[in-house]
């Protein structure tokens, strides 16, 4: 059974940087591409970042392109999400999945940027 423990998350201010950690067990993490989401209070989730099973490629929706850095290790079955530069739209329950989002939902981790 795939679980995805994410954590990392926290108050922090405007302009304040966060490194999100997303935990994968039960699959072959290093055959996947992987990805983060959020989801805001009132709204749907939303995808964030994406990174190739291998790393090598990224991509990110424009909100987040130049401030946040997806990257991944295999040999620790962890993604990671480095967030610089926070704005309070960025607060949300953040949440790692497969990039098409295949895997069952974690508990995320919640993200407040206090303006």
């Known amino acids: 059974q795939v679980q995805l423990v994410e954590s990392g998350g926290g108050l922090v201010q405007v302009g304040g940087s966060l490194r999100l950690s997303c935990l994968a067990s039960?699959?072959?993490?290093?055959?996947?591409?992987m990805g983060w989401y959020r989801q805001a209070p009132g709204k749907e989730r939303e995808f964030v970042a994406a990174v190739s099973w291998g790393g090598g490629r990224t991509e990110y929706v424009d909100s987040v392109k130049g401030r946040f850095t997806i990257s991944r290790d295999n040999a620790k079955n962890t993604v990671y999400l480095q967030m610089n530069s926070l704005k309070p739209e960025d607060t949300a329950i953040y949440y790692c999945n497969g990039k098409s989002g295949g895997f069952s939902w974690g508990q995320g981790t919640q993200v407040t940027v206090s303006s």
């Open positions: 039960g699959l072959s993490f290093s055959k996947y591409d």
